[in-house]
């Protein structure tokens, strides 16, 4: 008998939806870096920049060294952006695997700047989020970075942090983000700097902020089809989600009035119930906090998440839909749904996604 992947657990990904989220992108600018970090936003980083290099995307950005290392031994082609810290010691895997390295700022610059081999790079800016990159005023010293012979500077970027809101003082602030990354540019310029390449918008950046244009966009959240709980996007678009997170009822049974429901007994029947294990848990990336407060679909009908969600198992309610052993319940299956898990766990859909543990196989459901 085959090996069944959908066995207890698993996430089914329409790469058609991929394949349309991109296109719609492309409509605003061509030239797409994805952004493929933490396991492409959980998806699974090899099923999406395979696809990705088959229809045509050949830019990528990834948090890590490892990251990129991993693409490059699956054979994924075009440039891959490290957007974070890599040490002076496994700069040699930078040049090895032929990868981009951020110059994360001045300091960073001056630790690595004696190598004695080239490696690519991409300058990081700060332009007020103040996370990483050189400040936008030290004008002399992102000129010097550009003189070095070893590190060859490929590209500029910077990161805005509140392109996602809608509020007035926000808004003041990201175009205050990009006119100061625009001053660097038009200084280096005067300076007749051969700049490279310039990126500055991320997903909601790429849309609430289109009359900014750069060599290329950077996008997350949006290329899967991802409306982020909290964010405010300033277009209609018609993406979707690429992902489905599902599992299985394993164990059907009746309880009665009083008995309760999984570790710490957390949840006491009011009434006769008939209640279904699910062999999916916190281990595989369902917030524990949810325990009591979410809801998944079992044949089009929504159950409760009843008791404290356990390690690799969580209960629900089915007093009220026929449901068998074996049959496929869905944890996520859209935007909406993902929004209520992400605002009861009280974070963000990002994080949902990056937890979604790697002992979930990524299943490709449509070409
Ligand atoms: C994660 C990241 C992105 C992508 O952000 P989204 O909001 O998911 O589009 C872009 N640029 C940098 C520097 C990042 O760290």
């Not at 590209?155 to 990354?181: A, M, P, W």
């Not at 009083?258 to 710490?264: I, M, P």
């Amino acid at each position: 008998m085959d090996y069944l992947a959908k066995n207890r657990a698993w996430i089914e990904l329409d790469v058609s939806c991929l394949k349309n989220n991109i296109e719609l992108i492309r409509k605003v600018n061509n030239n797409i870096i994805a952004v493929v970090k933490a396991n492409a936003y959980g998806h699974g980083i090899i099923e999406i920049t395979s696809y990705l290099n088959k229809i045509g995307i050949t830019f990528f950005a990834v948090a890590t060294l490892d990251e990129g290392i991993l693409l490059r031994k699956n054979n994924i082609k075009g440039n891959i952006l490290i957007l974070g810290y890599t040490s002076k010691e496994n700069l040699k895997y930078v040049r090895k695997y032929n990868l981009i390295q951020t110059i994360i700022d001045f300091d960073y610059f001056n630790i690595i700047k004696d190598i004695n081999f080239k490696i690519n790079a991409h300058i990081k800016i700060n332009t007020g989020m103040n996370r990483i990159g050189e400040n936008y005023q030290n004008i002399k010293n992102i000129i010097d970075m550009y003189k070095n012979n070893n590190i060859c500077i490929k590209g500029i970027y910077t990161h805005l942090c509140v392109s996602d809101s809608d509020r007035k003082n926000d808004i003041t602030f990201t175009e205050k983000q990009l006119d100061n990354f625009n001053y660097v540019l038009n200084v280096l310029k005067e300076n007749n700097i051969n700049i490279g390449i310039t990126h500055a918008l991320n997903s909601y950046g790429i849309f609430n902020y289109q009359k900014y244009k750069y060599d290329y966009i950077r996008c997350g959240i949006l290329m899967y089809g991802i409306k982020n709980n909290n964010s405010y996007l300033s277009k209609n678009i018609d993406l979707e989600p690429i992902l489905k997170l599902k599992s299985r009822i394993t164990s059907i049974r009746n309880i009665n009035k009083n008995d309760s429901v999984s570790y710490g007994n957390t949840f006491v029947a009011k009434n006769k119930m008939k209640i279904a294990s699910v062999s999916i848990g916190y281990a595989d990336g369902i917030p524990r906090i949810v325990s009591n407060n979410y809801f998944v679909y079992v044949n089009n009908k929504k159950a409760s998440v009843i008791g404290t969600i356990c390690m690799d198992q969580l209960i629900i309610d089915i007093t009220n839909i026929d449901a068998n052993v074996g049959d496929e319940v869905l944890i996520i299956k859209d935007n909406e749904q993902l929004n209520i898990l992400a605002n009861n766990a009280s974070t963000i859909s990002y994080e949902i996604l990056t937890n979604l543990h790697s002992r979930l196989p990524r299943i490709i459901i449509r070409k």
